[in-house]
């Protein structure tokens, strides 16, 4: 039980290092947004030590709705970080442009969180958990994979157009987590034994970018060399 406590909680450690530095961010837009996904996605794990815990099915119910919370409170600040730190992107581009063009994520995610297309199943020693019925599992890993060719694509573009090594540094911390939710996606397609609950690490991983990615003032456009 202890293998599935330690990263929840660590990870829960990690989005309130993620709050505290977001809420004293200078860009209103970005902090408003960033503030309350972060907020939201800190309920997703404790909507996994609920179904942990918990044999009541009335509550498990309640905690259901946020139990994907991190389908969207991780995805859009990631965009929102990768624009943030990518001069080109930040310098050129409107936050209500970003916005616009990850609207069709966005509607999907709610819509995802809000109809509920899940059932709860037992999970040997670890209670209970979700789990997205047919063709929801299929859209998701559709969107998710949409969203993660995006998120490369940003990262090998900021890291050709730029020669620092720090914000080559945060660009690699992306690919690292992205690439681990790919892992754990495929993992589970071919239905392979998780010893923690699935993404728990690499969505660490992708909080540990996006702390890292609002850590220091990114660099202007006209320095990129």
Not at 101 to 124: A, C, D, E, R, T
Request: charged share 10%; with cysteine; proline share 5%.
């Amino acid at each position: 039980m202890s293998t599935f406590f330690i990263p929840v909680f660590s990870v829960l450690m990690i989005v309130f290092f993620n709050i505290m530095q977001i809420k004293d961010h200078p860009n209103k837009i970005l902090r408003s947004i960033c503030l309350i996904l972060f907020m939201f996605t800190g309920l997703r794990y404790i909507a996994l030590i609920v179904f942990t815990l918990s044999a009541n099915i009335d509550i498990l119910k309640v905690f259901s709705y946020f139990y994907y919370a991190s389908s969207i409170g991780i995805t859009i600040p990631s965009l929102f970080a990768l624009w943030y730190i990518i001069p080109r992107f930040r310098e050129r581009i409107k936050e209500w442009i970003v916005l616009l063009l990850v609207s069709p994520f966005i509607f999907f995610y709610f819509n995802l969180i809000y109809l509920q297309p899940v059932q709860i199943i037992k999970h040997g020693s670890l209670g209970y958990r979700l789990q997205l019925m047919a063709p929801w599992n299929q859209w998701l890993s559709i969107f998710q994979g949409i969203f993660t060719l995006m998120v490369f694509g940003m990262c090998f573009y900021g890291f050709r157009r730029y020669q620092y090594k720090f914000p080559r540094s945060q660009y690699l911390l992306f690919i690292l987590g992205y690439t681990l939710t790919t892992i754990d996606g495929l993992c589970m397609l071919f239905k392979a034994v998780y010893p923690i609950e699935p993404f728990v690490f690499s969505e660490a991983f992708i909080l540990i970018a996006i702390l890292y990615a609002f850590a220091a003032k990114p660099i202007k456009e006209k320095y990129k060399h």
